[in-house]
């Protein structure tokens, strides 16, 4: 259990850290060294998950494995600009996820909401769904930015969206969802 649970949080932190560790190995070409190590968290994040079902589980696999291709790809390749399209990948993917749960019976919000609330009134019912549309033009945007970081090349830019203000920007939509889910709750009791 223990082991499982170290190799989670070292798949974890691959996600997270993979913006610094993109920006030393393309500005110190001497830290290529960190891309097999990348590869080998995302590898041991996939392993991590396996056994697991459920559409969330199937899209950190998925996520898991883009992230070793894309490490693997870039040794063999010898271009390290490939590692730039992991966070556009993502933002894919997790568009795509939230956006389809708006077409099936239950969105993404309200899903992991009834996890907590299995009597989820019609009103919470329909703030999760705007919660997940909230969340989908949050992709949309992030993912763009993302694409433009890529595409203008410019790895300073790209590491400070990436690496910092993506993460700050989803911090701040997590917060101000919990404060309106609050107010929410309270008028509606």
Same mark, same amino acid.
């Given at each position: 259990?223990?082991?499982k649970r170290?190799l989670?949080?070292?798949? %974890?932190?691959?996600?997270? =850290?993979w913006p $610094?560790?993109v920006?030393?190995?393309?500005?110190?070409p001497?830290?290529?060294?960190? +891309?097999? +190590?990348?590869?080998?968290?995302f590898?041991l994040?996939?392993?991590?998950?396996r *056994?697991?079902? *459920?559409?969330?589980?199937?899209? !950190?696999? %998925?996520?898991?494995?883009?992230?070793?291709? !894309?490490? #693997?790809?870039? #040794?063999w390749?010898?271009?390290?600009?490939?590692?730039?399209?992991?966070?556009?990948?993502?933002n894919v993917?997790?568009?795509?996820l $939230? *956006?389809?749960? +708006? $077409?099936?019976?239950?969105?993404?919000?309200?899903?992991?909401a009834?996890l907590r609330?299995?009597? @989820?009134?019609?009103? %919470?019912?329909?703030?999760?769904?705007?919660?997940?549309?909230?969340?989908?033009i949050?992709? #949309?945007?992030? =993912? %763009?930015?993302?694409?433009?970081?890529? @595409?203008? =090349? &410019?790895?300073?830019?790209?590491?400070?969206? &990436?690496?910092?203000?993506?993460?700050?920007?989803?911090? !701040?939509? $997590?917060?101000?969802?919990?404060?309106?889910? !609050?107010?929410v709750?309270?008028? &509606?009791?």
């Amino acid at each position: 259990m223990l082991a499982k649970r170290a190799l989670s949080i070292a798949g %974890g932190l691959a996600v997270i =850290g993979w913006p $610094f560790a993109v920006w030393l190995a393309i500005q110190y070409p001497k830290l290529h060294i960190l +891309l097999p +190590l990348l590869a080998l968290c995302f590898l041991l994040r996939l392993a991590t998950l396996r *056994g697991k079902t *459920g559409t969330l589980s199937r899209v !950190l696999k %998925g996520l898991a494995l883009v992230g070793a291709v !894309l490490c #693997i790809s870039s #040794i063999w390749m010898r271009e390290t600009q490939l590692l730039l399209w992991y966070p556009v990948v993502v933002n894919v993917v997790m568009l795509a996820l $939230f *956006g389809s749960s +708006l $077409f099936s019976r239950m969105s993404i919000i309200e899903r992991l909401a009834r996890l907590r609330e299995k009597d @989820l009134s019609p009103a %919470g019912v329909r703030y999760t769904r705007r919660v997940t549309q909230v969340w989908c033009i949050f992709f #949309i945007f992030n =993912g %763009g930015v993302s694409l433009f970081t890529c @595409l203008a =090349g &410019n790895v300073h830019w790209w590491t400070l969206w &990436n690496g910092m203000i993506s993460y700050l920007l989803m911090g !701040l939509l $997590f917060a101000a969802e919990w404060l309106v889910r !609050l107010r929410v709750k309270r008028r &509606n009791e």
